[in-house]
């Protein structure tokens, strides 16, 4: 059956508008495509030309040289060496896990550090490289060199690493570097690029730590070109970074390994300052500890005989520590009653053995007691009736006042770890932190070092330095920084009376250098070169009236732990004092027989700049001395070559 023709000619117009509808629509998706490719290849050309420059070439980032750290005398005590290593950055690398399997078989790999490098990679952005192994051997990085085409992403390049070369004898101050840890990052607001590179090294303790900034430096960039596979092709251009500055210490490297040495057996810590710039020349504490384990990861079993040793090699004593001072504090008891002038230099108080205080027997060392003691003599034969007596004069306030003019209870702005603030008590102090009022026994105690009064050797060097000097002197150790000298530390006059001054200075040569005086044993021979100091011994234990009653426990008796802490502090020459010493061995015994030979070899090396003649000390000590300076010589000796092999 036929269609009618109007019918057709209908279908027909339907068929026409359709294809014309088609048409246009093509032509304008055609026009669409038209202007944006227009758009793309001539208005957005140098953007698209960017992106895929960035394909193909790579920024990494250059870590800075670390700055040096040198002694007073220019030796090195932080370096930098040359480490070889091998990175890999995951987005070049493709397939890791293939990548890393062909590695292992070119070079032999410690599977501890390939997971760490895997948990690195998965936690770090894609274009940071990774470091995968250091310390490789030459024949390992040209192994990797060779096979770099199987090894997309991998490469081997040259680092710097820190380097101690006196080790143990620099432990504590120096302090040591180490990668940046999670802990670091939660800890530190530092927005510095350089510690998102895993295993970039940080300070982490001493001036390492403290100078962090000044010593680290600021990155450098690297452009390079990779092919498809990841493997680079060249390095277009690069920008080094502006390395660390270096960094002088007031540190005398000879005196301070002596210092070591000499303390070698014993759990102690001394300071040597200097009077005419406020440097400190020595700053040793035994035992100590090789800051070069910290670098590479110290072992188990190296951080366990550390943490296991009961004389504590971790701990910095000589500014960490806080010790009663015991009768090393009496100058300070003493100055503040002479400047308040409660009691005159030649005012005598009787030692009959102890004092009573609120019903309460207060002890000499001396049981039988001195008798008459003037200042001069309290300080010479250390008479404590003395001192108990002047306190109560005085008062705890006028007691706290000197000794922090004096440096103790005040925290010393030095670039070192874990500086101890000490303690100078006072009424305030004890209803503030212990919730109870001022006892007359408290500073009684107190009058004698002993009770709450504390103190580190540091506080004690920087008190004796300013006795001797009668001015404030501030302990400076960075001498200078990338050569520009730091300022002197010789502080300005001390506000206490000089004549007073000049009494305690003389009552502390007579320790030393006058008939029974307690400092006896550090004494020097050559004339020119004598001591004066002060001798002091701090209980950790409490003596109850039934072991006084039936004869007090010698130290040798008794436990390591339970002996008394012994002190010594000195300054020399008395005519023109030079340099000061403080030295505090815990549980030493008596600060007469332990420290003060101690403080006096030490005094001497500081004095002549090097071992001593053997007629500077007293005949009966010689046959000891030249034994001991000839063992610590082959201590020093042979040490250095061992750090040398590090």
Not at 17 to 40: I, K, N
Not at 372 to 400: P, W
Not at 495 to 506: H, S, T
């Amino acid at each position: 059956m036929k269609r009618p023709v109007r019918d057709l000619e209908q279908s027909s117009r339907r068929i026409g508008r359709r294809a014309l509808l088609l048409g246009s629509a093509q032509l304008g998706v055609a026009a669409a495509l038209g202007l944006r490719m227009r758009s793309m290849q001539v208005e957005q050309a140098d953007q698209f030309r960017l992106l895929a420059e960035e394909n193909r070439i790579n920024i990494r980032l250059l870590p800075p040289a670390r700055g040096l750290i040198f002694d007073r005398n220019g030796i090195p005590l932080a370096e930098n060496e040359q480490n070889y290593r091998v990175v890999m950055v995951r987005e070049d690398a493709g397939d890791v896990d293939e990548v890393l399997a062909r590695l292992q078989d070119i070079v032999a790999l410690d599977p501890a550090n390939i997971e760490r490098a895997r948990e690195d990679m998965r936690k770090l952005s894609s274009f940071v490289p990774v470091i995968i192994a250091d310390r490789l051997l030459w024949e390992d990085v040209a192994k990797i060199n060779i096979n770099a085409p199987a090894l997309p992403g991998v490469s081997a390049e040259v680092g710097l690493s820190r380097r101690y070369p006196y080790g143990a004898d620099v432990g504590h101050v120096v302090g040591y570097v180490g990668p940046v840890s999670d802990y670091d990052l939660s800890r530190i607001d530092d927005q510095d690029p350089l510690l998102q590179i895993p295993k970039f090294q940080i300070g982490k303790t001493g001036v390492e730590n403290k100078l962090e900034h000044t010593l680290r430096g600021s990155a450098g960039t690297k452009r390079i070109e990779v092919n498809a596979l990841g493997r680079v092709m060249r390095e277009l251009d690069r920008q080094e970074g502006v390395a660390g500055k270096d960094i002088q210490l007031g540190l005398d490297e000879r005196l301070q390994s002596y210092a070591q040495a000499r303390m070698d057996g014993e759990s102690s810590g001394a300071v040597v300052i200097d009077l005419q710039t406020g440097d400190l020349r020595a700053i040793a504490s035994a035992p100590s500890f090789d800051p070069n384990l910290f670098v590479r990861g110290i072992s188990v079993k190296d951080w366990t005989d550390l943490n296991e040793n009961k004389y504590r090699p971790l701990a910095a004593k000589a500014v960490q520590g806080a010790y009663p001072p015991g009768s090393t504090f009496k100058m300070v008891t003493g100055l503040a009653a002479l400047n308040a002038g409660v009691i005159s230099p030649e005012e005598t108080v009787y030692c009959r053995g102890y004092t009573v205080v609120a019903g309460t027997r207060f002890h000499c060392w001396k049981r039988a007691g001195h008798g008459n003691v003037n200042f001069h003599d309290s300080l010479k034969y250390s008479c404590d009736c003395y001192y108990y007596e002047v306190a109560q004069r005085i008062g705890i306030d006028k007691m706290a006042e000197m000794a922090r003019t004096l440096g103790i209870g005040v925290k010393h702005d030095l670039p070192l770890s874990a500086i101890s603030t000490g303690l100078a008590p006072d009424k305030q102090w004890k209803l503030e932190v212990r919730g109870e009022d001022w006892r007359i026994g408290d500073t009684v105690n107190a009058a004698i070092g002993q009770g709450y009064v504390l103190a580190s050797p540091l506080q004690l060097a920087i008190m004796t330095a300013r006795i001797a000097t009668g001015r404030v002197v501030t302990p400076r150790l960075v001498k200078s920084v990338d050569g520009v000298e730091e300022p002197s530390g010789i502080g300005e006059p001390l506000d206490i009376n000089e004549n007073m001054l000049r009494r305690c200075r003389a009552s502390m040569n007579a320790v030393i250098n006058e008939k029974r005086g307690t400092g006896a044993r550090a004494k020097v021979i050559t004339a020119g070169y004598e001591m004066a100091g002060k001798t002091g011994t701090s209980q950790v234990r409490r003596i109850t009236a039934e072991e006084r009653a039936r004869g007090v426990i010698s130290n040798d008796d008794l436990p390591w732990e339970r002996r008394d802490h012994a002190l010594f502090v000195c300054f020399a020459p008395v005519d023109n004092p030079k340099f000061a010493v403080a030295v505090v061995v815990e549980h030493g015994g008596g600060g007469s027989t332990a420290a003060s030979p101690i403080a006096r070899d030490i005094m001497l090396q500081a004095l002549y700049d090097g071992p001593p003649p053997l007629d500077a000390y007293p005949s009966a000590d010689r046959a000891r001395i030249e034994e001991q300076q000839a063992r610590i010589a082959q201590r020093i000796t042979q040490i250095k070559p061992a750090q040398d092999r590090v």
